[in-house]
């Protein structure tokens, strides 16, 4: 079943360059090839998970919901290992890996960060954070300068989150890869001033808690001048995102930024839409505690 997993592994990647589909998601392959495999194989994976549940790790509350989860896997190095399947196929740009057990370092994924972020193209698509019935989810780091896409295979079975495989790759050419468009503007909005002046839209939305009645949310807009003295301060070495199972469309032209702080009550959300041919931010909501 390894050799069979790693095999799969191999031939999706090669294959990659020459396949269209891929510059849509190029990831889709390997989530396909993970589902396949099991599937294939009257569930071999599943028996594996299953043997585990049993003999080692066993569910707990926080499998009921994946944001539980996951910081529990990020902050306790026992429940990490406990919760990988080893060897985990690792593919690393071009070169096909496995880690075993013994080799495992923990990751901290974004546990360390005072914030995490999350992308989405509507905002219905941000109710998908808490839904109980996921079974796949993909955990990534967009790493800004050297346009590399780190993604973690997460995936409930028995009840039980394990993580199943990881991806390094880079992005695709400029405009074609996920999240490229949109990464590209975002990297110099975040980080030049003047180029970031020159994409907000005036007036800018702005949604935040009454400060007068806490359960209240008080809209009103910003100038540039407003928004310059208000404006937090935005990641602008990497971004991570938790794919719940939202679409985050190369050609689509609106794009939610939310950022929420860790185990700080910081909670701030960017919404950007694309208006001829130019990205620009429109809508900031701040409902920090």
Known sequence: MKKILIGCVVLVCLSACGNKKMKMDPFEALTAMVDSVREDSVTDVADTLSSLVHKGPQ???ADELFDDFIFNYALDTLFQQQRTVFPL???KVDIPLKIEKKDWEHD???????CYTLLFDKEED?????????SSVQVEWIFLDTRMVKRYYFQRIHGVWML???????????????????VTFYSSFASDSLFQGKHIHTPLQFVT??????FSILETTLDLNQWYAFRPSLPTDKLSNINYGQKNED???TKILKVNGVSNGYSNIFYFRKRRGEWELYKYEDSSM
């Open 108 to 114: 901290p994924l974004f546990a360390r960060q005072t």
């Open 209 to 214: 808690l009454d400060p007068d009645d806490e």
């Open 126 to 134: 941000m109710d998908l954070v808490g839904d109980t019935a996921l």
């Open 59 to 61: 569910r707990v509350e």
């Open 251 to 253: 050609l689509s032209t």
């Open 164 to 182: 199943e495989a990881i991806n390094l790759r880079e992005m695709e050419s400029e405009g074609k890869g996920e999240h490229q468009d949109f």
């Open 89 to 91: 196929p690792y593919y």
